[in-house]
């Protein structure tokens, strides 16, 4: 069983009226209802705001979060730092981590993967084509080729991050950009999963085919191995032959 | 100075007056012509075309081409099998090839690659933009973003290629599709970039953008070292130490 | 559950005494053996050889085969080039191929990955460490780092393959060299993983290590999708919101 | 010409005798020195060191920088995180970085990649081996294979960095361990070349081969772009046709 914990920075939801109608529950809120349905008895969802204490994500939740989605925008600021770094503690150690659209712009992605994650953007409504560039990963099963968002923010490159591990999906975008919306890396011993759909203005993730990727996701990015980040051993000569 | 040789096909031009009366001098003389133009003397351009002897590839005319850029489409099936293990040969010993838009079915490409290389495709002659996604990469220098073809072929994915090693241009169409138009490879010593602009329906490789892009590639793609391809020495023990 | 075709050139076993006081039941018996005993319940195995009708592989067997596993070294050019299509139309579908150690030279490596695959060889006996350098790769899982292989033949750089999509292992041998000796490819929608310890001059099979490595391997290889090798479809206009 | 700027720590060279004896105008007197011998007029060359203000490194000199070699140990700590941030936005912006042996551990460097840079070591003096895996490399060009360092620190596996953008060279020691002791990264515009031969305590900076290395890797790491960390700006519809 995957034990996701879904992180919602949970600002435009309690702010912005509009919204809230599409998100009574919260982006995390409507998040983890999705990964409930497709995932089932398969996985344990839990989730986490801002505006708890320790963003809610003390020690002991990471130690028993397989996979953290993380959806920001506003706020990216308030993240407090000591957090940040326990949750890239975490990852290295092998949480898989599922950062949302507007979290390109996060401190734990850019922490990351070092870059600066700038892109273009406009936020106007028009229609975003997903497609699938490899159709044999496991993200990519059952994903409809392509996936038809009616209206989306648009997000377009360059977007600035090192060469994915794995490049999955490819968007367009109605004004004619593209973008490489869904990249795999691995950072450590944890898996990291960049997936664009899903402004704050949309429904977004109601569409059934983003629940699935995001399912996918989640068991893709369960840890494989789990423990400290490694230190730097002193290794005699031999060692390995005790 | 990088010696190329360009290789086309050379059917469509002399058997459809259209696409004669876009390239009069075929295909390859306009590729030819647009290297000599953008690389001046840092470059010499030789042509070969499929009815010559050997399709003009000769193995004295190989170990003097330093980058062999190949467009064909409806004869693939005519090149002989001998001539395409040159061409490999050549490549994994350094040569660089530059395969051009339907050589994405090309033996070689395929030889090379090891997929299918299938696509999707539609002539309708819509309009093809193409975004760089690695700005720094020597291919992208001076391109702009996006390149604007008013009117192409559409290819789009899912592409079956190998994951490239360095992904420089994606293109999307009018019709919502993308397509991951400019790869690198390397096989053996030898660097490959596919390039998917430039069907024979249209004046594609007349287009300024388009040209700059080939003189990039031109200069990306000559070895830096050349010799046979290596076979499997028997290596004594300390033999480094002599 | 997976399903396991082994295939074994099975040469060296019926010719050479001392190959076959190290494994009676061929090569590829001992790979079967390991199989079981490593997955249990989890996989099913059979084993083909060269000297059968089509080598085992009719197109019936291969149809039923998640992962073929490839032994081959002295008898590579008996290898009819019609079952090589078979296999690698299999593998670019889906089916998952393991190639081992002397199978760098076999036809469908060679085939899937484009290149000479040449290496430094030098059989002395001499002791081998295959080191990991991804231990959150599912093959690594529960795989001693080191693994101590007394003797072996050594295989050593230049090994001539494309950049892998994922490096694994990394061998040392007492003689100095270094190997890229656990590489995973994609090609198409089939994994490929090549793993190099195993000649026939020594009981690398009976390994524990080595047995834990191939069933880890057969379990990452195993196909997510499963089907024919995509052509290249004509896509009208719009044909996504049929 | 590349305009190179050779950073060190510069603390051993003052403080311990046996260090000074083998580098008395400091280790980085010894780079600048072999880069200068390497490259002659098609390199200009200063040094930097962690006691001068700003640590050497202010934003003129970075502007003025197209590669910034960067060798630290005992004082990683001491590195300002604000020159950090400097050299991070240059280096995003298109300078390049060769992060020597130590700085695996350089605030810089873990900056830039986002993982823990831990490996395992052993300081006895052993053989050091240094193996090409990729000839074709620019980097590579005309070095030993393999380059015999006769007594070194041991660097070995696991390393915990991302999978290299390329892999130039992998290292064996004479205790048996192995290491990617030459790897190669893009982050942002900026080139990076992590190579592992070069403690202290012994004249690795002295060797020829070793010379030759990092005056291959200045050219390579040289931008071909330079600017600002680029930021996410908004883009109307159509703004490529303006």
């Given at each position: 069983m995957v034990r996701v914990t879904v992180w919602g920075e949970n600002v435009h939801e309690r702010n912005e009226e509009a919204v809230r109608a599409i998100y009574p529950d919260g982006m995390h809120g409507a998040i983890a209802a999705g990964l409930k349905e497709y995932l089932g008895d398969a996985v344990s969802v839990r989730t986490a705001t801002l505006d708890q204490p320790e963003h809610g994500l003390a020690q002991d939740v990471l130690d028993a979060t397989d996979v953290l989605t993380w959806w920001g925008h506003?706020?990216?600021?308030?993240?407090?730092d000591a957090v940040v770094e326990r949750v890239h503690a975490a990852m290295l150690g092998g949480m898989g981590l599922l950062a949302l659209h507007?979290?390109?712009?996060?401190k734990i992605l850019k922490r990351a993967l070092g870059t600066s994650c700038s892109l273009r953007w406009r936020n106007v409504g028009e229609r975003e084509l997903v497609w699938t560039?490899?159709?044999?990963?496991p993200i990519a099963a059952?994903?409809?080729?392509?996936?038809?968002?009616?209206?989306q923010e648009m997000y377009g490159e360059h977007f600035d991050i090192p060469e994915p591990d794995e490049l999955v999906f490819i968007s367009s975008f109605a004004g004619g950009e593209v973008f490489r919306g869904g990249c795999c890396f691995q950072r450590g011993a944890g898996r990291i999963f960049y997936f664009s759909p899903g402004d704050?203005?949309?429904?977004?993730?109601?569409?059934p085919a983003i629940k699935r990727v995001l399912a996918n996701a989640a068991r893709w990015a369960a840890p494989r191995t789990r423990g400290p980040v490694p230190d730097a051993p002193n290794a005699p000569r031999d060692w390995y032959l005790a």
């Open positions: 506003i706020a990216h600021d308030q993240v407090d507007s979290a390109h712009y996060s560039v490899n159709p044999a990963h059952g994903v409809p080729h392509p996936i038809v968002i009616d209206a704050q203005d949309y429904p977004v993730y109601h569409h």
